[in-house]
């Protein structure tokens, strides 16, 4: 009899890569007739293990989707603005690019740093120094910084990584602040979820700090609510506990891996030597010696010395001294979580991290440390990030389970792995600024976004909002009149949307390379239409947890409308700019092909998109492990080793006290001095985190009364998704996205029922929308899914139930960390019915 | 013989939908129908609160209510136990809708196929997958059948994230299935139906 | 959103009850036609009324089928409705309407064309005795299909397919009564249904309550769709149809007015009695409840706050 389906009889499955979210799973497309009909996991692919998330499987409603832009566009209204038809007419892609090369040609020739560009496109990483060749450095998106603006500074400083996770695989005991590492979100969904859910199995006990019941929450042993950019203060309220009443910590990793013994003077600086030699406590000569002088089991972990009339304390007392008032109880009035949880779960924590045990991993032996806190964008993308950054790794370094079996692991931005360079004293050098050398400072600066004042950080988007709008405050001595936009809506990521308006509306030309409309295009003047993932080139390896090595994003089938693949248009812009060679050489850089001359690409040739990725492959994989081998093998993804995984930097140390930080801190005020700036805050530069209010902290004080949170689930990538109503049919139906989340306590206090409009109104803006009431969000927080925050979509049925978060962050200095210059991600809002 | 089930760890499972979207890609039902769903639920007040979350698909109870129901035949259960519909048979009556106690029956109403999730038309892949379809018939989970039946395994199986979802053969006693259900005590949606559906949970 | 109140869920991935809404209005009105037809037929067939058995088989044979035919997402193949008997409640009415259509046809047949055309007595007798067995088929078989699974508790009762044909009954014999009210000249041989009319009501009264008492101490899902019916959304709707407009007023006025002569009011009469009936069953249709799948809420983990 038959049935109600079939399969296709002849059809072709090609291996290829997500690209539905950045991390980049492996998958395979199966095509008939040139028609794809189904995407799966790779299950060769041990990154993903043949799985994919929900927005994985959504691709082929990405493919085939009708508000896709399938031809070149200009816009013929001139006017611009939200919700200003640009009468957008299809024209070819020579008007176009010819369009796109006078605009831009005219800028360059006057002050190419007139280019402010938005790229967001993190799978094709290559490409993002595509504006430095231009010769513009500005950076007009929230993209990284959101999230990872102290992030990926203080991973890279620890010890070397881009991000980081917990051991799946031996981590007993997993404490998890604001991040859906596992369960929705953060790094390779798909792949991670198994992990984490095999881990559960095991018994290993999940205990996640949320302000809102997040799946995490869901799925945790136990779920603790926090207001949003306290959860620092739980943790150092847990220090204290580990520090100075259980005294339980991993001395041996602290003395002997780390630079925690190294001798501080009071003014903050490291002892050194003559040599310049940082120095330790020998307690067998009760002495200074050189860290590399003195015997370990000598070396002085804890106490406060006299040294030639100075009071030295080892960083690890520093940080011990400073923690002293940081008592579960003042610190539970911060965070709202009792004392009596704070040092139940240090106990817990500790207990479990077995301090002192040690694993065998083929034929190697390691410290076995099964416990550890992992974090990502809640916890930390607030205004003093720095801090809870360092608090968090700091106090997994208090039970040694920093890059050791069991514990809290560094992942790194690709298949190069870990940034490992012999810094200072033994220690490992720290790296915090990921993407490109820290620029060296300028006054006037640069960069709109003032990338030469941050030694530390990962370029502070957000700050464009204040610096274009009040240039002269920054002695900015330019404005910027064109945009380049490339897989990016900073109307959508950045603070504050009016200013980003505003400045969008200053643009003489917009140029927007993107698959479909959206807030930030329909401001183009000329809207360049790239391929999606599935008709484009790629070799991908981002941020990969547990697995290294790449994987090949490869069209599966013809482009569905006259598109082009975004290398394609940035080279046909150099070419038709004239810096095609300076492309050319730039690529040679990031690829690394400088490292290997045979496949440097030659300047004055122009290179097609396969061409530039088969040369990546080779020059990684060897000749014979080109594009082609690539396109029928698909990727060449392997587990890491435990060598490449477990203390990867060998016998260097890891900084507990960041000295780089306050000295960097020091110069910049000389810096600052010197140009004769006087208020630029750089109170953030401390060598160690402790206890600080924000900002945020101040808001409340002056009235406004409750907290305001994004978050994003697994069924989007951002709200970018929300237009595929494959994804939203489906997260409409979810109440965590049907509304702004209020606690019922909270609703009643204030007259709200599920269904009622209401205003948030901070002190950067207010949003409307419909309230959701929910069980699972701490009665002083509202929470915002991504998936009500578009404010502008070209498909009918998203209807807009909640209202753009952003318009209630701030951008300015004032809530942005001073360090980095990651941004403040919460807001303290008022709230009332309408 | 064989019956054919599955069971769900809802301890494993996130409720991240990965097993509603393969399964609408694979099958490519029009909008509106999910055969694989999951139901989100909150429980408790704060703080003492959960979000729990219930993957559903067809059963394909072993007492199939909605077989019993339906008039034409259309409806029929296979050797290996799938419960499936014959569109070529089924009237559109649907008493089979209206006797299965979990809602895992999806009409194809009127019109539903000529437009698909784009505003224009059927996209390629749906003008495809649509003509597996009639308007005016009643269509569900077939457990992935045409998957089986090549000895693969069902679509939100292979795809779930979390290897919630364990596909096979209830039969024998031994088996993965049945040692699951035995160990961690798997149970049934509406047992006071007696449906025998071939469908167990674990407990989270 | 909290344990303590389940309520209907707005889509299929949302928890609580979901209302049975595939069975609609055509449904609702097939059935009333069904029933209601084929107690006019039967009850004027036993009556000698021959306008009440044109009019109950007609109200059958077009009324219920062509609501059922409307309904059908491929009429063309609503012969296939027949092919399972042996598991299907429909497929077994549908034998029940084919062999009423047929035998009533037969019976109906000389009152049509005249006396030219006479059936063989024992033709006669057969179709007589097929019409009166599927007639009563189709008075109560409503009933069996929706009681027949277990997926709508408020539905899962042997009470239902005798509150069904205790309504078939009442409306038959109502209808019987007006039609005999509108030709005066036979109104004498339906003076004992007339008395009969309160008892009845009183009857499908009792009924409906003794239902509503047994529904109220079922499953939760039977008990919210009772607590829709007594005090939420369908409160209106069953007091003030069913019961005030459909019993109590059809009651009273059949007590002031013991022969129906007057045709203006037999016509109010029968107006507010089928009102009633038909309420009931769209009530009956709508207010279906499915149970909600749960989970259990904690399982395992406690939460330790
Ligand atoms: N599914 C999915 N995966 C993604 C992405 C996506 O959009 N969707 N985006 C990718 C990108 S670029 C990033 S940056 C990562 C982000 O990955 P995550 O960091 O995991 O994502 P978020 O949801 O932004 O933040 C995590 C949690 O922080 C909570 N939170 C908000 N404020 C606070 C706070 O102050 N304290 C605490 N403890 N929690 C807080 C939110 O409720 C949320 O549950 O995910 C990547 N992967
Ligand atoms: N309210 C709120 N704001 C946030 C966040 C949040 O959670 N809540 N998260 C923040 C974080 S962590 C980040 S990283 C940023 C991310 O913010 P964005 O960088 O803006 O996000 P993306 O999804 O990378 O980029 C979206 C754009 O890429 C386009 N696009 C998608 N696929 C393609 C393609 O194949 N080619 C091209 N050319 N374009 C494509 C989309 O159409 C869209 O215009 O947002 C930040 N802003
Ligand atoms: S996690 Fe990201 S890359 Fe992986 S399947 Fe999901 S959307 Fe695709
Ligand atoms: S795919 Fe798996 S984990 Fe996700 S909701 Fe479905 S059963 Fe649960
Ligand atoms: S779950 Fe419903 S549709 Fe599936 S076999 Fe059981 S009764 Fe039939
Ligand atoms: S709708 Fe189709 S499958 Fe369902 S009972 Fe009617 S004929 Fe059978
Ligand atoms: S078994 Fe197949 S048809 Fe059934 S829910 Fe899973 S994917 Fe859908
Ligand atoms: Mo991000």
Redo the contacts with the bound molecule.
Sequence with gaps: MAVAQSVPAESNWIPSTCGMCLHGCGIRVQVRDGVALKIEGDPTNPDNLGKLCPKGNAGLSRLYDSTRVLKPMKRTNPRKGPGIDPKWVEISWDEAYGTVARELGKVRADDPRKLLCAIGDFQRILLWGWPAVFGSPNFFTSLGNYCGGSYHPVNGSVDGSFAAINDYDRCNYWIQIGSGDGFSSHLHLSGS?KRMADARMRGMRVVTLDPRMSVAAAKADEWIPTLPGTDRAFVLGMAHVLIHELKQYDREFLRDRTNAPYLVKEDGYLLRDDEGRAMVWDMQLAAPQPWNAAAPADMALEGAYEFAGMRVRTGFQVWADQLRDHTPERMSEICTVSAETIRRIAREFVEAAQIGATVEIEGKTYPFRPAALNYYRGSQSHANGLFDNLTYKMFNMLVGNIDVPGGHLGVPLDHRGFFIHEGEDGVLKPEPHQLHPAPPFKYPPDSTHLMEWFPIGFDAGQLNTETLLEPERFGLNYSPEVMLMYHSNPLWNLPETDKVEKIMARMKFVVAIDIQRTESTEWADVFLPDHTYLESYLLNCLEPPAVTGHSLRQPVVEPVGDTKDAYEILTEIAERLGFRDDWNDLLNVVTGFTANPKYLLDPEKRYGVEELWDRYARSIYGDDKGLDWFKEHGHAVRYRTPEETYMPYGKLRIPFYFEFIKRLGDEMQQKFEQVGMKDWPLDNYQPLPFWKNSQVIEDGKAGYRFYAITFKESLHTFADTVVMPWLSEVSEKDAIHGGILVNPITAENLGIQTGSRIRLTSPAGSIEGQAQVVEGIHPEVFGVSNAITRHFVTNDRQKQRGSHFNRLLTGSMRYTDSATGGLESSARVRVEKI | MARLGMV?DLK????????TLACKQENGTPEGVHYAR?ITREVGTYPKTRRT?L?VLCNHCDDAPCAQACPSGATWIRNDGLVMVEREKCIGCRACAVACPYMNRHFMEKGLLEHGYSTDGLSPYEAIKFAEFEEGTMTKCTLCGHRVDQGLEPA?VI????D??IFGDLEPEDGKLQKLIRERKGWTLLPECNTKPSVFYLDD | MTTSSITVAPHRFAYGYYRQAWWNWLIGTAFFCGGLGAGLFLISLATGQRLGMIVGYLVVVLGKNGAHLMYLGRPERFWRAAMRPDRSWIARGIWASGLFALSGGILLLPTILGSEWQASASIATAAKAIAIVSGLFIMFYDGFVMNHSAAIPFWNTQLLPLLILMYATLGGATLTITLGALQDYESRKIAWLEKAEPYLLIANFLLLCLYLLRMSRLTPAAQETVRMWVKGRYARVFFGLIVAVGLIATLMLSLVQPQWQARGLSLVIAGCELTGDFSLLMLMLKSGLFSPQTAPAFGARGNGI
């Design positions: 979820a | 769900i494993r499972c996130i409720g991240c939908n990965a097993c999951v979350f993957p939100c795809t779930c994230p979390t919630a979802r």
